[in-house]
């Protein structure tokens, strides 16, 4: 066993180790600290700067960087806004109306529908719009 006198906190301590620096209270500390300095470290040198150049990891061309999380090229990145789906579209440029048929009457609809080349939707509209010029 080695005496030695710890860095940190000048303690002499008892150690089995003639390398050891820190007693055995402060050794955790220094451990911590030393995670820190590292996540630290290891989080700068991953952060990409804004403006800066970087080569795409997936298809290995430069691009400028122009967002903190960018990590391909604009190629690669998916896009974040995706395009409106077609039931966000219709909700913002129609409105909805349920129409209840009676029972086995939906098949026969569509099959109409689609002998006339029309999708059910439009049908009721055109069949609507018909109705209306003649009871006007
Ligand atoms: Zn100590
Ligand atoms: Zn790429």
């Known amino acids: 066993m ?8 000048g303690m002499d301590f ?14 955790d500390k220094v451990q911590v600290q030393r995670n820190r300095a590292y996540k630290e470290k290891k989080e700068s040198g991953t952060a990409v700067k804004i403006g800066s150049e970087q080569i795409c990891p997936l298809c290995g061309k430069t691009f400028t960087v122009t967002s903190g999380s960018q990590k391909y090229c ?3 990145t998916p896009p974040r806004k995706k395009a409106p789906s077609n039931t966000e579209y219709l909700k913002n440029h129609y409105d909805y109306i349920r129409v209840n048929v009676s029972k086995g009457e939906r098949e026969k609809i569509k099959e109409y529908a689609q002998s006339q080349g029309m999708s059910v939707n439009k049908l009721l509209l055109t069949a609507l719009k018909e109705y209306q010029e003649h009871h006007k």
């Open 2 to 9: 080695f005496t030695r006198k710890c860095e940190l906190c």
């Open 14 to 27: 008892q150690t089995a180790s003639n390398r050891a620096k820190y007693c055995k209270y402060c050794r």
């Open 74 to 76: 604009r190629n690669c």
